[in-house]
């Protein structure tokens, strides 16, 4: 399965910019990070990194809605 960098913006509507795709995942994972470097960052969106099937799954797990992270106050 193939790893894709998307540009990741929330406004002024949620939108997805295929920038990439690379088959291996240090290649993937060295390029994300660059671009998250050369980037200011969040003013152009957020670089993300997802591993998928597909293209159109890959934008439908970027578009998932993820419970928020427990605080550790069970």
């Not at 980037?39 to 591993?51: D, S, Y």
């Given at each position: 399965?193939?790893?894709?960098?998307?540009?990741?913006?929330?406004?002024?509507?949620r939108?997805?910019?295929?920038?990439?795709?690379?088959?291996?995942?240090?290649?993937?994972?060295a390029?994300?990070?660059?671009?998250?470097?050369?980037?200011?960052?969040?003013?152009?969106?957020?670089?993300?990194m997802?591993?998928?099937?597909?293209?159109m799954?890959?934008?439908?797990?970027?578009?998932?809605?993820?419970?928020?992270?427990?605080?550790?106050d069970?």
């Amino acid at each position: 399965m193939p790893y894709y960098i998307y540009r990741v913006t929330e406004r002024p509507i949620r939108q997805l910019q295929k920038l990439e795709q690379y088959e291996a995942y240090s290649e993937a994972s060295a390029r994300a990070k660059q671009l998250r470097k050369d980037e200011a960052w969040g003013v152009n969106g957020l670089i993300k990194m997802i591993h998928a099937e597909t293209e159109m799954g890959a934008e439908d797990l970027l578009n998932q809605v993820r419970d928020p992270v427990p605080d550790g106050d069970d």
